[in-house]
């Protein structure tokens, strides 16, 4: 019979006290703040109730940002994903070049956003750029148009270089995921004359519920949260056209309005929160139905 080892609570304490340190702390500080007229223009702090709320809803770069995160995350969430599971249903199979193409596929996760933002700004640049020298070689001159200035391509261009970065990640948690699918089951459909089409909707697509969760969670958090690409990019411009939440709390917080822009990073974190349990309880409703 296998003895049980009982630790004292007590060793929970230290990392409640980190977790209390870097999280709550922080956060309820910020909260507090935000009701404040906090700012590098005065040595006081005082109290101003929901002053920096009112302010905030009344001007309409909030409605921008709102909307621009909101469409963000959206299509995000919808392209890293319908990539992420194609990249995975093609590579599952083994072959020779599997474990490069999967390196290959997953390199520009580990490359920071800020790199990526650089990277694409040469891309996307209107003279020089890859992509536009690229179409006029083929002699589509009419689609090299300023990529990142030009408010009718800016937050697409900013999209589907997420896409670029981001789908190697979804890649892998639904490559994991399709290896834990019992390979009896795949080859009983083979037998009984099963379609590829009906064996992913009746066998894979179920059996990959806890993948779809993970990912789709975390691509609508982080989208949610983007910040350095956008800075980087288009700093939230041209005007306010890719304006989104983090870009908003940084220009505010560089112009020292900081009880304003606590205020900002507050409402972020119940707009992600709310986003965040509504997906999870979806989601988890899903793998309980399949």
């Known amino acids: 019979m296998k003895r049980q080892f009982k630790y004292p609570l007590y060793f929970i304490y230290p990392a409640l006290a980190v977790y209390s340190l870097l999280f709550v702390f922080p956060t309820l500080s910020g909260f507090a703040y935000s009701f404040t007229d906090w700012s590098s223009y ?66 520009p996760v580990v490359i920071a956003p800020l790199i990526v933002g650089y990277i694409f700004t040469a891309i996307y640049s209107p ?29 697409f261009s900013i999209i589907m270089t997420e896409l670029w970065r981001g789908a190697g990640f979804a890649m892998v948690i639904y490559l994991a995921g399709l290896k834990t699918i019992p390979k009896d089951l795949l080859e009983q459909a083979d037998v009984d004359g099963t379609n590829a089409f009906s064996k992913f909707r009746h066998i894979v697509f179920p059996l990959l519920a806890p993948s779809f969760t993970v990912n789709f969670l975390l691509t609508v958090i982080n989208s949610l949260k983007v910040f350095e690409t956008v800075l980087v990019l288009t700093n939230g411009g041209p005007g306010y056209d890719t304006e989104v939440f983090n870009t908003l709390i940084f220009r505010n917080f560089s112009r020292g309005n900081w009880g304003y822009a606590t205020a900002s990073g507050f409402l972020l974190t119940l707009v992600v929160s709310i986003i965040a349990i509504t997906f999870l309880r979806l989601l988890r409703k899903r793998e309980v139905e399949m």
Do not use: C, P, Q
């Open 42 to 107: 005065s040595d006081e702090v005082n109290f101003i109730g929901l002053d920096n709320y009112r302010d905030l809803f009344s001007e309409g770069v909030l409605g921008l940002a709102l909307k621009n995160t909101l469409l963000y995350a959206f299509f995000v969430t919808i392209f890293v994903n319908a990539f992420g599971l194609g990249l995975a249903l093609m590579l599952n199979r083994s072959t020779r070049m599997g474990k490069f193409y999967r390196t290959a596929f997953y390199t």
């Open 127 to 155: 003279e020089d750029g890859i992509l536009n020298h690229m179409l006029r070689l083929v002699g589509l001159d009419a689609l090299a148009v300023d990529w990142l200035n030009d408010s009718r391509y800016a937050l």
